[in-house]
């Protein structure tokens, strides 16, 4: 009989992100923005692996710069993935590999919207498998692709720069193409011992009830946040609400292979803030969303995780993982999140929904990625959102511990201890 994968043993498993954002692509008034760089984590990447580790974390979700291991077509450089994925692995956490976290390498023309980046991702999945795969078997093909169509095909905020429902439609059936097309790579070369954990943003948006200017928009967009996973898993058909606004990016025959071809979560991740995944339509006032023009936001607390988990868990039919969360705020304010938030996994998980892990997100502090607009230097876009604060030194960035990383160690200590379903959770305080 085949061992458990580890969601399957029934426990409740915790982990960590490190921010990995990459968008390498500048302009005038834009700059490139490398998160790895901006944190200093390419050189103390060996103490952020020993840092999470030690506060706990069993799972780590992170990224690598595709950019940067494919500087030009049909060249690799593994050299700093290598040493990091070998030190990742002896400090004893489990990677879920973030394949794709945002932006392309420089050489493909049209980024996500050129033609041939469905082929040029898989094979970047398919070297990495190839490389990697018999050491590493978790990866998210790419995270929240609602977020990348929203910045890349509505907002016009990153590269390539289309607006509108169209350039959503447009940068979502092709992010579609190249998911499908990577996760088949990757299970091809790593075999049954592969696990994909689809991650994307829990967006929502209310008010359109008092505002009925809106009320199609904000149903168009609610439609919107499950666009690609339903593509990639074959639930696009022609009864599929947002089918006619995929005309003509995709056409019928692409639709049948989508069916044809769906790749399963195995895990179904969900990235959840309170103060900022919940958007507001106000009567009266028009916002084109992003950062550009941002709508307000509602906080909704774990009313707003709740619906996101039983809901991804229902329509997916897989177990779920808060794949990310935080509050950009003080400690306490962050400590008050990390127990409320656990809390409610836990209550989910005795009443019946599949919730197999939670992450933190990040481990340590983050910059803004409104630093891509700016001319000012990094410490103006710092936010406090880790368990370590990001400290400036003569010798670089610190890793300092605030009193977030004891709390989440604690939870890591409580939830290693096997105890009855039943029994009361043990105060913190």
Known sequence: MTAPRWFEDGRLHLGLGIEDTFVPQERPGERAIDEYALTEHYEHYREDFALAAGVGAELLRWGVPWYRISPEPGRWDWDWTDRAVDALLEAGLRPIIDLLHYGTPTWIDGQFAAADYPQNVAEFADRFGERYGDRVSDYTPVNEPVIHSLFSGEYGYWPPYLTGADGFATIAANLARGFVLSQEAL????????TFVHVDAAVSYVGDDTAPEHRAEAQRLRHQVHLVEDLVTGRVD?????????????????????????????????????????????????????FADPRPSVDRGVDGLREALVGFAARYGAPVMVTETCVTASAEERIHWLDASLALVEDLRETGTPVVGYTWWPLFD????????????????????????????PDGLLRVPNPVAERYRRHAVRLAEPAPAFAARPALH
């Not at 299970?187 to 592969?194: F, K, N, V």
């Not at 089918?243 to 991740?269: I, Q």
């Open 187 to 194: 299970a091809a070369r790593i075999g049954e011992s592969a």
């Open 366 to 393: 983050m910059y803004e990625w409104t630093w891509r607009h700016s001319d000012r230097p990094r410490a103006d876009h710092l936010l406090t959102m880790g368990l370590h604060d990001l400290v400036e030194s």
């Open 238 to 290: 022609d009864a599929h609400p947002l089918r006619a606004r995929l005309a003509p990016a995709v056409t019928d025959a692409e639709l049948d292979w989508f069916r044809a071809h769906a790749v399963r979560p195995d895990v179904m991740g969900v990235n959840y803030y309170p103060r900022h995944s919940t958007e507001l339509f106000e009567p009266g006032v028009h916002h084109g969303g992003g």
